[in-house]
C-alpha cells in the first residue's frame, strides 16, 4: 500500500507539472499580483464569505498558499478541467503573467501557523485518521498536511471544512459541464468514500493547525 501511495503522487507531481509548465515559466511580481487581485478581493479578501454554487459553503483561504499550487489550480479552471462557472469567468481574462503575479502575491503574504477557527463540527478524530490512511492522503499533502511533498499539492490543513467537502465531492462528478474537477488520481481516491467519509475527513483536516489565511483588504476592513 505505501509502494502504491507513492507511485501515484509520483504521477500526479508528473502531471501537475506538466500542466503548469507554461505559466511556471513566467516569474511573477508580488507588487503588480497585489494590484491584480482586486477581482478576487470580492471573495478571497473577505473573512468567511459563502458561495453558494454548487452549494453554501466558505470560500477557500488562499493567503499562504503555495505560488505552484495557485498557479496549478488557476491553469485548472482556465482548460476546464476544474468546472466553475464563476472562476472560469475570473481566469478567461487572466494572462500567465497575470496568474504568476497573483500566485506569487497570495504566496509570498506570509502568516503565522495558527490554529484554526472552530467550525462548530464535531470531529470523530479516530474514524477520520483511518479515512485519511485508507486513502493515503498523506503521501501526497504530508504527515501535517501543510507541507505537501510538491508545491503543486495545496496545503489543507485548518482550510475550512465545507470547503474542503464541497471540493472532495467535486472530484467524483464524471462530465459535468458546471460542477467537477478532472484528475484521475483524486477522483479514484474519493470514489471509495461516501460523502459523509468524505465530510469526515474535510472536518478532521479543517480541525488542524495550519497556515492558510483570509486577509482582509483595507476596502473591507
Known amino acids: 500500500m505505501k509502494l502504491f501511495q507513492i507511485v501515484r503522487c509520483a504521477l500526479l507531481v508528473a502531471c501537475a507539472a506538466t500542466q503548469s509548465v507554461s505559466a511556471q515559466d513566467v516569474k511573477g511580481n508580488p507588487a503588480a499580483g497585489e494590484k491584480k487581485a482586486a477581482q478576487c478581493i470580492g471573495c478571497h ?27 496549478s489550480a488557476l491553469g ?25 503575479d497573483l500566485a506569487m502575491y497570495y504566496a509570498s503574504t506570509k502568516t503565522p501557523s495558527h490554529a484554526p477557527s472552530a467550525s462548530g463540527n464535531p470531529v470523530d478524530s479516530q474514524a477520520a485518521m483511518a479515512l485519511v490512511q485508507k486513502g493515503g492522503c498523506v503521501a501526497c499533502h504530508g504527515e501535517n498536511f501543510s ?42 481516491m474519493v470514489k471509495q468514500f461516501s460523502n459523509d467519509e468524505l465530510r469526515l475527513i474535510a472536518n478532521y483536516v479543517a480541525s488542524l493547525p495550519g497556515d492558510l489565511e483570509t486577509i482582509p483588504q483595507k476596502r473591507f476592513r
Open 45 to 71: 479578501g473577505i473573512q468567511g464569505y459563502r458561495a453558494s454554487f454548487p452549494e453554501i459553503y466558505r470560500v477557500p483561504m488562499i493567503f499562504g498558499q503555495s505560488e505552484k499550487y495557485i498557479v
Open 76 to 100: 485548472g479552471y482556465k482548460r476546464g478541467e476544474r468546472k466553475h462557472p464563476t472562476m472560469r469567468g475570473v481566469v478567461d481574462n487572466l494572462s500567465d503573467q497575470d496568474i504568476a
Open 147 to 188: 507541507k505537501p511533498v510538491d508545491p503543486a499539492y495545496p496545503k489543507i490543513a485548518g482550510q475550512y471544512a465545507d470547503y474542503l467537502a464541497v471540493a472532495l465531492k467535486s472530484y467524483k462528478v464524471e462530465g459535468g459541464t458546471v460542477v467537477g474537477r478532472a484528475n484521475p488520481i483524486m477522483g479514484g
